[in-house]
């Protein structure tokens, strides 16, 4: 096959951290120091370089795209956009998917921030391999020895420093493995290495070995015997990582151009390459060889069309090839992969790589796979919104290109959902939170070319039942020409939270034939989309006990209106319970001013779980409803003079107290 490198020598990658810790930075400064593949090891023959037309080259590729390809020391390196915001959790989620290891950047002033740390449980529950980036180290105050600490501290982490910082200000980096001063030139490349002794870099290296041992005893032997094989201690520490034992860490500065060919050269050492990971199912490793699986993992529009990229695990997708997406067949038409500075159209994307169709009819979530061996990869499963705004467009034109817009912003994030509201008919727009709905109705005007009026936000409530019911109902009509019958008897009680709405067929000896159960599913689905309280109805268990048909008047149909009267009166019956969504709430304030934060998080009905005091500044961990924080960040400025900073993440749905007023 042309223009393939072997997988070993591919690594897709992406950068986790908090907002402001330099991922911008970091990912200009690689794409700087990472060529194009082809100028370092001559890997992409094949490919045909087709934007010529000077529009298309002036726009470029910005380093937000949700792929960018490049190359270091004979390896093809992909970067994978990772959102910069809780708020859009799902698309964290979905980036994790599709890499196969992570690089978790800090500022060396902040430490561990809270999305550090949330992006963190991400990755772990995802089994992705990380290795950290110490950034910033340049600033006054920045401390490295802290950075680590607050690693293993709020992140229960392992932390094996590779490189040190050195000089004040920043100019050089000690490195551990091969006991060296390394100094870099103005535009970051090694400028030089050379030996050097520093019990720092001593006790480091200590450190480092002792845990390599744990992989392999040789490793301690020679140690003591005073070499150590430097192949050897990467091997070791290569497996450590990928078996997340310890999290490997770089020292540097993105800005100050100190450090990021070490960081690279750790990239490709340490995170896997895209075969490791486990095979997609029996007998389906992820090699070239096998059938094509891949999934789309991203929608982007730009000026041209749609983009929509895909991540190939095993098989090869070629331009021109028919294949299976989620039961329907799609021609594969353009092929491009994202460099830096342009796409360049490619002819066919083996396993491990990332490519992107351009105005293919995928959305997110969708997988394409082999026709003769479809299969669906488990899609990238949007949460439920819990937040909506109402959005009124502001022309007719804005009116006219509304639907149209909102579909393609649907397509390109659907944990982004569009609604009608029931009361007004006005069009809202739900999300995972107040910046996600801000960021998508700025999209709509910059990407879009249309501009709405947004109203107050809302939180999202859900509904539940209280107690179990039991009803029995039948459903008879006869209007001349073929009559509707359908009788079931069901019962509702409550799931646990978070099992959702829980169908449960119990018809024994076919009371009901199957094919008018299925109906009895639909018509209970449909019901609890809108329950007794208006709300989606979710941890519930639905029960179908028994039931009767007619020889001529029965069919799917009959029994699916059957179980959506059935549904909504057993719902009354039960108590329909309304629930709002609570938060995990992070706030950092001055000592002087906590007092009056807790006062107000009281007010707001938060609950204070932890508290931790660091040099003046107290971290409180609480957790408050939704509801009740609109406005916050700027009531927290007021009251903690503009030195307070907070983060917020869903934490799960709870019951609305009694007596607490409610604005669906
Ligand atoms: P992002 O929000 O994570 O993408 O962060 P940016 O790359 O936009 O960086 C946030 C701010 O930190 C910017 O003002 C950068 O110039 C600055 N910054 C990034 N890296 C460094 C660094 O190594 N040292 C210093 N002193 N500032 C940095």
Redesign the pocket.
Known sequence: MTGTIPLSRQRNLGII?H????????TERILFHAGRIHRIGGVDEGTTVTDHRPEEQAKGITITAAAVTCGWDDHALSLIDTP?HVDFTMEVERSLRVLDGAVV?LDAVAGVEPQTETVWRQAERHGVPRIAFV?????AGADLGRAVRALEARLGARPLVLTLPEGEPLDALLDVVRRERVRFDAEGRVASREPCDHPRIDAAREALIEACAEVDEGLLEAWLEGEVDEAALWAALRRGTLEGRWLPVLA?????NVGVPLLLDAVVALLPDPSVAAPLAEGWPRTVEAPLAALCFKVDFDAYGALAFVRVYAGVLRKGDAVDVNGRKLRVGRLVRLFADQREDVEAAPAGSIVALVNAELSTGDTLADPTRPIALEPVTAPEAVMRVAVEPRTRVDRDRLPKALARLRLADPSLRVLADPETGQTLLAGMGQLHLEIAVSRLRTEHGVTVDVGAPRVAYRETVGSRARVDETLRKQTGGPGLFAHVVMEVEPAEPGEGLVFEDRIRGGAIPREYVSGVRKGVEAAASCGALGHPVVDVRVVLLDGSTHPNDSSEHAFALCAEQAFRRALGEAGPVRLEPLVRLEVTVPEAHVGDVIGDLSARRGRIVGMETERDVVRLDAEAPLAALFGYAADLGSLARGRGTHHLELARYAPVPEGVAVRA
Do not use: F, I, M, Q
């Open positions: 951290a907002v402001d810790a330099g991922k911008t930075t970091l910069g950047l950034n910033k180290l340049d600033r540097g500065s993105a800005y100050r």
